[in-house]
């Protein structure tokens, strides 16, 4: 194209989010009043249309203003692009130049950029050495800048700031600090009712149909109610609602206990754009972060549930007590709930679900109404220890208390420091017996590999027991909060499935009708009651 045709142009403006942060600004406006201002010394030129990206990386060229010029080109608008200098049409200096060198001249479209002087027009200037160099440092800026960004994310995960654009329905950021959370009550009172109504037996199913019936907004909906312009990549209908998946990941966040999990997804690099999922040993963890909405020893209840997959039954407004925590002594499958008529009269009972199915085992019978009275008896007796417990260890100063269990992971170290001692003496004793040939070459390398898989264990467990006493003497007061879960319960007077999730783990039943009850914390229960043990001797 020679430089005295008339052309009909078209400006592009760009301004990604870093530009708005400069001192000089690369606004809009301020592109829009240079290449006017330029066009109106230019006889060849007239300025048919104008496109802009506001927020867009110069990485990135799907952006919506830039495809409306290439939309322009095809129709045979324009014959002419404007933009204030090169780094404005892009920073990818590969993509960039493919642009200037290879699309743009097969479409006859003239590229000019007025702050670097280029004019693709002017053979001298489109292939002038300084364009590619230009090109290259834009994409240098932006390679550093990305650097720089990673970096700072990193360090403000890591200080448990948030850095996302939206938060977990339930918390809203801090109008003082933008990378705190704060709870948001009206949200936060709905996550509470649907882990109440979990704890109570509802599938998540029911749980979305309640929240539909009701009106709730779904967290989508409520965060483009609250001013924000939210948009769900799990959304799939024009009008969002309630549903299973939405449901199920409230369930499973752990934001929701104050622990701040980020950096789960992420690009590889600037250049590209496809967002992964990363490995868990590359997520940004930080512990009591906030401030909870959910209490964590609930939250592991309802982790403990869905893990089984406790299913209501659909003739049943809620899930029988005992549901999913009764199991078979023999074969370690469940017992499933199961009802007889006699006289006219419907009695219940649980049966192994293998025998049921035919597929073996014994039957392991036993009546609904006998196996609860004595699981309710039994945890009355283990809420009524361990209140007991929870008043002793109220009763012995905090002090010594810890100090009972410093001592206790002391003595564990010792103990383990003896024992690696142990397999280390013993794989040099190997050596020796190897050359005073009193074993073989197999059997050296056999008992040699067995003991260098002991000692690797062992070092292990000895390293988890030092992190332990380290984080101990950080300490300053012995946390006992799973016995706020008995208290709660200690006027018990009736089995209520509530109650069953937050204090049993699983029932087993044996055939002779005995059963055996593991209850929740029961590693808690007893460390606790020797620690106490240790400090009342220290005391007398």
Known sequence: MAKTDYSRAMAYYRLSKEDKAKEVSDSIENQRKLIREYVSRQENITLV?????DGYT????????????????????????????????????IETGRYLEKIFPA???????????YDSSNPRQSD??????????????????????????????RNGEWVGPYVSYGYCKSPEDKHKLIVDEYAAGIVREIFHAKIQGYSQDAIANTLNAEGILPPSDYKNQQGL??????????????????VTRILKNRIYIGELIQGKRGTPNFKIKTVRERRPEEWT???????????????EAVQQMMARDTRRSPNNEALMPLAGVVFCADCGRSLIRRSVTRCRKKFFYYICSTHKRGAGCTSHSIEQSTLEKAVLNALRLQIS????????????????????????????????????????DFKSRLVEALNDNLIDRDEFTMMRDKYRNLESTCSESLNALCDKLSELESADATECSWVEQYIHYQNLNELTREAVVALIDRVTVYDDKRIEISFNYRDEISYYAGLAADSMKEVV
């Open 385 to 424: 220890a361990v209140v007991e417990l929870g008043e002793l260890l109220s009763s012995i100063r905090a002090n010594d208390l810890h100090a009972a269990k410093k001592r206790r992971i002391q003595l564990q170290i010792a103990e383990k420091q003896k024992e690696l001692e142990g397999y280390r």
């Open 128 to 157: 002038d050495i300084i364009v590619p160099i230009k090109n290259l440092m834009n994409e240098t800026y932006c390679r550093d800048l990305s650097h720089k960004l990673r970096r700072q994310f990193i360090v403000q995960r």
């Open 285 to 299: 963890v930080v512990k009591n972060n906030h401030e909870p909405i959910i209490d964590p020893l609930m939250f």
């Open 229 to 246: 312009n939210y948009k769900s990549g799990f959304q799939t209908t024009e009008r969002s609602a309630w549903g299973v998946s939405t």
């Open 58 to 93: 110069g990485t990135n060229y799907n952006r919506p203003g830039f495809l409306s010029v290439l939309s322009a080109v095809d129709a045979g608008k324009v014959d002419c692009l404007i933009v204030k200098d090169l780094s404005r049409l892009g920073r990818e200096y």
């Open 107 to 117: 479409l006859g479209v003239r590229v000019i950029a007025v702050n670097d002087d």
């Open 49 to 53: 249309d104008e496109v802009y990206d």
